[in-house]
């Protein structure tokens, strides 16, 4: 059973948004609203999963916090959504997603590592998300993503009017992470 908050508001440096939690289980997922959403025919959304190391701590390697910002100056600007889809490290967890770190600094790729660690190449689960666009009334989106995955979650419960690409700054620390997504998982760039 998911339970749902009321909505807050979240002033942050990006805009002043309203946010709603979705307890779903042990993982409690965030909707990160611009003031004008409900107003919206076709609100931009993102799907962000969870990266601590990058969102909150600012790891060079990944695209995570970058991305995160890029999504909320958009919705700031334009109107819209973010899901901050609490599944850490692909769903492996924090601490497995530390010992994947451990073994990428021995040459690994992400997917490498999380076989290596037992897991498959992208735990996450998706069922959340056509609950919280039930929830909220979506039904047509200009969607912000590079996953493949991501499109086919939404295309399940909402017409997927745009695919706006999340493109952000590669750098030394997350080139192999992005050529990884890029050539093994068929994110779109």
Do not use: W
Not at 2 to 10: D, E, H, T
Not at 112 to 128: H, K, P, Q, S, W
Not at 147 to 163: G, M, Q, Y
């Amino acid at each position: 059973m998911i339970q749902v908050s009321q909505v807050a508001n979240l002033p942050t440096k990006f805009g002043d948004f309203n946010i709603k939690a979705y307890s779903e289980n042990s993982q409690e997922h965030l909707a990160i609203m611009s003031k004008n959403f409900y107003e919206l025919e076709t609100p931009l959304v993102r799907i962000h999963s969870e990266c601590l190391t990058g969102d909150v701590l600012g790891s060079l390697k990944c695209d995570c916090r970058n991305q995160l910002h890029l999504a909320l100056k958009l919705i700031a600007k334009e109107g819209g959504l973010v899901i901050y889809h609490r599944q850490e490290g692909r769903n492996i967890g924090l601490f497995n997603k530390v010992n994947a770190y451990a073994l990428q600094d021995r040459g690994r790729d992400t997917i490498e590592a999380n076989l290596e660690l037992g897991f498959g190449e992208d735990e996450r689960t998706y069922e959340v998300i056509p609950f919280i666009f039930r929830d909220l009334g979506i039904k047509k989106v200009r969607l912000i993503t590079n996953n493949p995955k991501k499109i086919d979650v939404v295309l399940r419960c909402a017409e997927v009017v745009e695919r706006i690409p999340a493109i952000t700054e590669i750098n030394k620390h997350n080139r192999c992470y992005i050529d990884t997504k890029k050539k093994k998982m068929g994110h779109l760039f």
